[in-house]
């Protein structure tokens, strides 16, 4: 089994930051893959980015420029450094980790982005 673990959302004004941070833990294969993802209510979850093959990432048009996904040291920690933040950023936001066990969900820290 994997867990994850979210931290790091909250309550921003308009044009402010944020750094989602996740932990990983459990039966963690060498080869996985991270990412992130969102649900606003009433809102469909949708990627925000994520890595893939070749050590590339992938991000969703909305947060090109302003979002950077990195992994920590350790390697089972993955962040998502959020700048400029908009409204339109209020979500839920999930950690996913993808391996050949299966794919792993968080259970998500809040993002509010209001003035």
């Known amino acids: 089994q994997v867990q994850l673990v979210e931290s790091g959302g909250g309550l921003v004004q308009p044009g402010g930051s944020l750094r989602l941070s996740c932990a990983a833990s459990?039966?963690?294969?060498?080869?996985?893959?991270m990412g992130w993802y969102r649900q606003a209510p009433g809102k469909q979850r949708e990627l925000v980015a994520t890595?893939?093959?070749?050590?590339?990432?992938n991000y969703a048009d909305s947060v090109k420029g302003r979002f950077t996904i990195s992994r920590g040291n350790a390697k089972n920690t993955v962040y998502l450094q959020m700048n400029s933040l908009k409204p339109e950023d209020t979500a839920v936001y999930l950690c996913?980790?993808?391996?050949?066990?299966?794919?792993?969900w968080g259970q998500g820290t809040q993002v509010t982005v209001s003035s």
């Open positions: 996913n980790l993808r391996q050949t066990s299966g794919v792993y």
């Open positions: 459990g039966s963690i294969f060498s080869l996985n893959f």
């Open positions: 890595e893939t093959l070749g050590d590339m990432t």
